[in-house]
């Protein structure tokens, strides 16, 4: 039993798979609520699949890019989890799980690009030829920078269509499909470290709003 | 001697920059893990909470491993899961509560989300068993400076009073830096003023009869904090070399002065014969000594936890949530959330 999450965008998705079938999957109602939505729904979709912690044999995870906060939230809970269960942790990135439901959609032949919301205006990007390899990135850019004329899937070309007319689905990863890849083998699987992308704002906390020692 | 029957309890702390997790038998602390990024921050003057985030992502895991491996214990034994949920860094804060849920949901066992202040005041257990029915604790930190009634501390705290601008700690960093000591300042403090003497009569804020009206439970070191840093320009001004230990002392013993003074009226007006006192400044020598000095003039008992239990660590968590057990208090929901402001007066979130 592989038990898979994706926190690497606004919403959260989770999802079962036995080995042969996606057994139950499901996606958080509210953006931004990483925190407190995955382990409800980690609970939630493990009782749907009718799976107790005990049977996970595996944990998958969208190590991102994706914004910092949510990141972390997915992250810490897969290694806690294959920590407290001894279960490997397998690390995929999101944009990767977005192109392999595009591809087996039928969404796409031939190139494409993965954009995703990297907030500050830019887009987490990567490019895919027509076997859904990945041939650059990920990378964050400035849409104008990265605009094509080439299907683009994810959240981007619903934020930025003047950067990236041809928008074709999905816009949300699944942690259904993120399960389908670590199981197919098709994937460069990762360490469960988190695709930042970006320095850390180097700005000291307003002493007020930290509890210090 | 831990009893066996007694609750196991592993706790996360990770509201600022330390990743604690810590593990107590009842009242018996068995593990006491603590990364700090601290070194990271310090070049900042202060603690980044993008650099604190993505330190306690990382510590989390290898800190776990090297409470239960001290401890002795494997993860499955463990009777509950309690984390700080608030007061802190919301980012930070997140990543400690995040692991939580997930130690609870892979052992099935109970999780509580409790109040960082509270931990501070249920951590001395470790160190001097169970709390008197009613005491005085002075949590006094980098962001926090208050006087808080605790009779039980699983039910609630009544806030007598608290800094209305810098918190102790605060006051500590802000004049090191003028001093040219490191940062986080108050050990460096209180390492520099050993050599020195109390030579300086700075002001104590919120003491004169006026402020006593309103504020007599109250604090403020913002005035203290400038008059530190006139003095020192005056000084430099005139060309004289600014005596950094005579400073340094003279500061401390403003702030040690109205901190245990506060806190004796404090303890005298409501009938309190004991004052537990906690917070990263507790672990200050000068207060320690002034406060044992003036409490037994006056008949009052102090308790302070050793300075490693002080300071922000995930044994405080563990002692507060083994208390939560031992009295059968409600557990948190799975959607428990990060509450960077969560009120001092709710103990369990
Ligand atoms: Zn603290």
Redo the contacts between chains.
Sequence with gaps: MLLAFDTATALVSVAVHDGSTVRAEAVSGAPMKH??????L??AVLADAGVT?AEVTGIAVGVGPGP??GL??G???A???G???GVPVHGVCTLDVLAAEAIASGAVVGEFVVATDARRKEVYLAAYDETGARVSGPEVVRPAAAATPSPAAGEGPVLYPDAFPHAVGPTQPSAGWLARLVLSGTVEVLDPE?L?LRR??????A??????? | MAAMNEPLVLGIETSCDETGVGIVRGHTLLADAVASSVEEHARFGGVVPEVASRAHLEAMVPTIQRACDTAGIALRDVDAIAVTSGPGLAGALLVGVAAAKSLALALDKPLYGVNHLASHVAVDQLEHGALPDRCLAMLVSGGHSSLLLVDDITLGVTPLGATIDDAAGEAFDKVARVLGLPFPGGPHIDRAARDGQITIDFPRGLSNRKDLERHRFDFSFSGLKTAVARWIEAREASGEPVPVADVAASFQEAVCDVLTRKAMDAAISNNIDTIMIGGGVAANSRLRALAQSRAEERGITIRVPRPGLCTDNGAMVAALGSELVARGRTPSALDLPADSSLPVTTVVA
Excluded: N
């Excluded at chain 1, 925190?35 to 409800?40: D, I, Q, R, S, V």
């Excluded at chain 1, 002493?207 to 020692?213: L, N, Q, R, T, V």
């Design positions: 925190g407190e939505h995955l382990a409800p980690i609970a912690m910092f906060t972390r939230v992250l810490v809970t290694r806690t989890l920590l407290a269960l988190p930042y850390p704002d180097a700005v000291a906390a002493p007020a709003s930290k509890p210090g020692a």
